[in-house]
């Protein structure tokens, strides 16, 4: 059967200083699962969806390791390829003070090979969501081609497309990263930017103002996500925004993916857009009161969980 959700990027595994300094000082490094698209396809799993994962993994341990996650998380891996020779990418975090710095090892990874020629094109006509973001375009020339043919099929086929552009401009140049993700928004259904990477692309600081000329370009819904002021939903009806949940805060990494894969779960199970917004607003808060991006991720029932104790509490 065909998964409903299919997300495309690069997953790489992350090695995260065990303590604060420079990578020339720390003696060790926990290993974790990083990847926007990964952590966007176990949110939307863990919320009840049905989904698959496309991309290219090196033939090595790391790669095995990723299949290994995916399959225990109950996601569709039949069009993952193993590709022998190359690698799959790596990074370490190192933290001083309040701000972290990444090192990659990712160049000629084997996801930065995937091209159009790689996208099922059956496969993703019988599925319900497209999601990609702007680093699933910065990884290579093609797969940023790879992305474009994705979302022509999915539209011609009446599929949903979703999108977060996750602009990262130590992978391309901003001027040019800044035409693709806004042509990009311009094709898809759903957007799912963060304030900062917003304000870089559009010039403008004004959260309304931002959502006013994303809109503009065609999306049915642009959800700005405004860290711990929650997320701005915008749609051509109109405009709310959505606090966050008071949480005890650990680690905010993931939190943008987890709250696009939970929006497009609920989406899909029928929940109002508004609904959408809340349940994935609080899926998100949830996901930064642990370590890491993957082992917070919340499930259906937590998430309900939280929805419920907030009824209450009115
Ligand atoms: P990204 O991870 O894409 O940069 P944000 O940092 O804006 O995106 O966070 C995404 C979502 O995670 C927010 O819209 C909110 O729902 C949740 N979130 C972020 N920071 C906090 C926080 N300090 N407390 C509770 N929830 C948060």
Redesign the pocket.
């Known amino acids: 059967m065909t998964p409903e959700v299919i997300a495309f990027g690069e997953p790489m595994l992350e090695f995260n200083a065990v303590e604060p300094g420079s990578l020339r000082e720390v003696h060790g490094y926990h290993a974790g699962y990083g990847g926007d698209t990964s952590n966007f396809a176990i949110a939307a799993s863990r919320m009840g969806s049905q989904v698959g994962y496309l991309c290219r993994l090196g033939d090595d341990d790391f790669g095995r390791n990723f299949l290994d996650l995916w399959q225990s998380e109950g996601i569709d891996t039949r069009h993952v390829v193993l590709e022998k020779g190359s690698v799959t990418g790596i990074y370490f975090v190192a933290r001083t003070g309040s701000s972290h710095s990444f090192l990659y090892y990712r160049q000629d990874s084997a996801a930065s090979h995937f091209s159009s020629r790689d996208i099922p094109e059956q496969y993703l006509r019988s599925a319900r969501v497209f999601h990609s973001s702007g680093i699933s375009q910065a990884i290579s020339n093609s797969a940023c081609d790879a992305v474009f043919h994705a979302i022509d099929v999915a539209r011609q086929a009446g599929v949903l497309v979703s999108y ?1 552009p ?1 602009l990262r401009p130590r992978l391309w140049g901003v001027g040019r990263a800044r035409a693709i993700i806004l042509e990009t928004i311009g094709l898809s259904d759903f957007v ?1 930017p ?3 990477d917003a304000q870089l692309l559009t010039g403008l600081e004004d959260p309304e103002a931002i959502a006013d000329l994303l809109l503009a370009r065609g999306p049915q819904m642009v959800a700005l ?4 002021g ?2 701005l939903l915008a749609t051509p009806q109109g405009r709310r925004v959505f606090p ?2 008071p ?1 005890e ?1 650990t680690d ?1 990494t ?6 696009a894969g939970a929006f497009v779960s609920c989406y899909l199970q029928g929940k109002s857009l508004e609904e959408c917004a809340q349940w ?2 609080a899926a ?2 949830l ?2 009161t642990g370590w890491g991006a993957v082992n917070p991720i919340p499930g259906l029932g937590a998430v309900k969980k939280l929805l419920d104790l907030d009824l209450k509490t009115v």
């Open positions: 977060d996750n799912f963060s304030l900062e996500k405004l860290g711990s929650g997320v966050v949940h949480v805060v905010t993931g939190a943008g993916d987890t709250f994935a607003n998100a808060s996901t930064t």
